[in-house]
């Protein structure tokens, strides 16, 4: 399971909830130890405590046996290649400042509605100290990734006209029209206001006495737009009409329209000069997804990572203070 520390911004709370586990290692095999990881532990509690959050935050949260196999077996790779990563970050003296995680939280509860972030820890389970230690466990692996991996990839210019070459179509433009509309309620006012219209009265300005629609405001203009993205009344009629003309009455399950085109764009094919950043972009991160991807299986091969299946057998999805008090 690859982590993608961009992604981890967007994502709901469970999923941050990493599992801090820095026990000195034992001898032998521990019932209160999962794993082992270049000699760090990932302890029985911990794994326990986090599986029990994951299954709670679920439809299913009451699952047998079987069903929480492939849940233990998920997560289990996750803490294993946090730890990695943690492991790398703390070899190439990556850290992060509280100011950093202060600021990481506050993106965190800016996603809630004032009040709900507290009661959405609450029933995770999770205190603010913890957040803030998971928060800062992603941080130092999204600074891992950037100082020590996307650092080290570049593109050419030969790849960026190779990639633009190889990916024409992507860059083609459809053909745009941009028009205005107004909308009304009965076909008796929108006849009356195309006898006005033919009247010499100026469309912007109905719209904005008459129209229902919010784009009213500004004398219906809608702006360009490609085939596909409005409703296909719209496009039947729109694409059709010549720049300047006014449609008949349209009628759609939004009322009785008027309609007339202000401008049209032909189809073309984008030069490379005008999209170069976008291919730059593409390709920037195709590369730095693949050498992520590297790094992260370079650590792997290169790990001592011993699993207690015996123990992880035994968990059957709540904290053993859990089960035995049931």
Do not use: W
């Not at 994951?54 to 047998?64: D, G, I, K, M």
């Not at 509280?98 to 205190?127: H, I, T």
């Amino acid at each position: 399971m690859r982590f993608h520390p961009t992604r981890a911004l967007f994502v709901p709370l469970a999923l941050l909830l990493g599992v801090a586990c820095h026990q000195p290692p034992k001898e032998g095999p521990d019932a209160t130890v999962v794993a082992s990881v270049n000699g760090e532990v990932l302890s029985r509690a911990d794994f326990e405590q986090e599986l029990g959050r994951e299954l709670a935050s679920t439809e299913a949260p009451q699952r047998t046996p079987e069903e929480v196999e492939p849940f233990k077996r998920a997560l289990l790779d996750t803490c294993i290649h946090r730890m990695l990563l943690l492991q790398a970050a703390k070899t190439n003296n990556i850290t992060v400042t509280d100011d950093e995680v202060d600021r990481g939280v506050l993106r965190l509860s800016g996603d809630y509605p004032a009040g709900n972030f507290n009661e959405v820890l609450a029933q995770g389970q999770l205190s603010m100290a913890e957040l803030r230690a998971r928060e800062a466990s992603r941080l130092t692996i999204e600074k891992l990734f950037a100082n020590h991996v996307y650092s080290r990839v570049a593109v050419t210019e030969e790849e960026l006209r190779a990639y633009y070459a190889a990916n024409e179509t992507d860059f083609n433009e459809p053909e745009q029209v941009h028009a205005a509309q107004m909308v009304v309620k009965g076909l008796d006012e929108a006849r009356k206001l195309q006898a006005q219209l033919k009247a010499g009265k100026k469309f912007a300005d109905l719209a904005r006495r008459y129209s229902l629609s919010a784009d009213g405001k500004v004398g219906g203009d809608l702006g360009f737009f490609p085939r596909g993205q409005m409703p296909p009344a719209f496009d039947e009629v729109v694409f059709k009409l010549p720049v300047g003309q006014v449609s008949d009455v349209v009628s759609t399950e939004y009322g009785y329209h008027l309609f007339r085109v202000l401008e049209r764009k032909p189809a073309r094919k984008r030069e490379f000069g005008e999209v170069r950043q976008l291919v730059e972009a593409r390709l920037l991160e195709k590369k730095r997804t693949e050498a992520q991807e590297a790094f992260e299986k370079e650590l792997q091969e290169k790990a001592q990572i011993q699993v207690n299946e015996a123990t992880l057998q035994a968990i059957r999805g709540k904290p053993a203070a859990q089960a035995a008090a049931k």
